[in-house]
């Protein structure tokens, strides 16, 4: 697709199950970031890839939040034993290079009941 | 470390109403800036942007100029319509880095 496409675009969850959030970000865009939209916090940024490497992982909240990207495209989030304090909006952008203006997909809305 | 203040909203306004939303920061070096918007329903669009003193970014109607003085980027536009309804945030890039730092977003209401 032309965009930075998220899935699911909703996800309901039980505390403590595991969670993967999934990016597809624009083809040819080697900057790849996850930031996370929550009405206490605003907009945080979480982790940076360049290509499949990730130089900036400083806003992952804690050990329970990973991330991978492979072949340089699809990323994937993954969020171990959700709490209540998880539940937000995760974004996912994209750019040519990482100093390039940032496309953003529409988010994943994540709830944990 | 690097930060983003945005004036607090909401903000109404008539339609043709001037509109000013206000945004400061604090970064060291060169930072980029950049106004985004999200409207109802519908995920962050880059707006406009400014990658040095001075310059003045613009789209759609809306201006920002990049103010190293005062360290400001705020947002413009003259004649506001009922499509601008949104939540506008004001963000930076500081030199050297690639995440944005976020303000905490202006909801912006534009009534007819």
């Known amino acids: 697709g032309a965009g930075v496409s998220q899935s699911p675009s909703n996800k309901v969850t039980e505390k403590g199950k595991d969670v993967e959030l999934r990016c597809d970000p624009i083809?040819?865009?080697?900057?790849l970031y996850w930031y996370r939209q929550s009405l206490g916090q605003g907009l945080e940024f979480l982790i940076y890839?360049?290509?499949?490497?990730?130089?900036?992982k400083s806003g992952l909240p804690s050990d329970r939040f990973s991330a991978e990207r492979t072949g340089g495209s699809v990323s994937t989030l993954t969020i171990q034993r959700t709490q209540q304090e998880d539940s937000a909006v995760y974004l996912c952008?994209?750019?040519?290079?990482?100093?390039?203006?940032?496309?953003f997909g529409d988010g994943t809305r994540l709830s944990i009941l | 470390g690097n930060s983003v203040t945005q004036m607090e909203g909401p903000v109404t306004l008539s339609e043709e109403a001037f509109l000013t939303i206000n945004c400061t920061y604090t970064?060291?070096?060169?930072?980029?800036l950049f106004w985004y918007v999200q409207y109802p329903g519908e995920g962050l669009q880059l707006l406009l942007k400014?990658?040095?003193?001075?310059d003045k970014g613009s789209n759609k109607g809306f201006e920002a100029t990049y103010r190293k003085e005062t360290t400001s980027f705020h947002l413009e536009k003259g004649s506001v319509q009922v499509s601008d309804s949104a939540v506008y945030f004001c963000?930076?890039?500081?030199?050297?880095?690639?995440?944005?730092?976020f303000g905490q977003g202006t909801r912006l209401t534009i009534n007819p």
């Open positions: 952008a994209s750019s040519f290079k990482g100093d390039q203006p940032q496309h």
């Open positions: 083809s040819g865009h080697t900057a």
């Open positions: 890839f360049q290509g499949n490497s990730a130089p900036d």
């Open positions: 970064a060291t070096g060169y930072p980029s």
């Open positions: 400014a990658t040095k003193a001075d």
């Open positions: 963000a930076l890039r500081s030199s050297g880095a690639q995440k944005l730092v």
